[in-house]
C-alpha cells in the first residue's frame, strides 16, 4: 500500500516537473503591444470589424495592417484610444457615432430559415427551422449580422431605448480651441 502511494507520488511530482520546465522552454511569445489593445476594446467578438474576435483585431492593429476606425461597438472613443496607444492620427470623418441598437424580428415576414439564429455569435435569436424567430434583447448586441443575412428583410435595429437603468452622465468635452490667457505681471 505504501509502496503505490509513494510510487503515485514520485510519478506525479517528476510529471509535475516536466511540465513547468515544458511549460517555460516551449512558452510563445506573446507581444505586449497586442495584449494592451485587446484591454482597450469593448470584447464582444461581433465581427463588425471584419476579423473573428477582438484578439484577431488586436493582433492586425499591432501588425500595422489595418485602421484603428472599424470597431462599431467601440465608437469614436475607442478609435481614439487606439490611434492615441499606437502613436497615429485617426480619420473619423467618415466615422458615424451611434448608440447601442438591438435586433427585432417581424412576425409576419419570417420565414423561419434560421440564416440569422447560425450568424448570431451570441445566440440571441430564439427559433427552428420553417418556424417564426424571436430576438432575446437582453443577449443582443447589436452587431447587424442578422440583419444582412436576413432574405426577406424580416429583421431591424432599433435603438436601445434610455432609462435610468442604462443612462450614463455624458463625459466632458475637453476643449483644445481656445489658448491661455496672457498672464500680465506687475514690476
Known sequence: MWIAIG????????????LGVAARFLAVKENPLEEELKEMLPGSQCGQCGFVGCSQYAAALAKGGTSVTLCTPGGKAVAEALAKKL????????????????????????????????????DAILGANKLMHAVIVEACHGCGKCVKVCPTDAIMMFPVPVTLRNWHWPKPEIETTHSKPEVVHAH
Open 7 to 18: 510510487s503515485l507520488t514520485m510519478m506525479g511530482v517528476v510529471l509535475g516537473g516536466l
Open 87 to 122: 502613436g497615429i492620427t485617426a480619420d473619423l470623418s467618415g466615422h458615424e457615432e451611434k448608440g447601442p441598437e438591438y435586433a427585432v424580428i417581424n412576425e409576419a415576414l419570417c420565414i423561419g430559415c434560421t440564416r440569422c439564429i447560425r450568424e448570431c455569435s451570441v
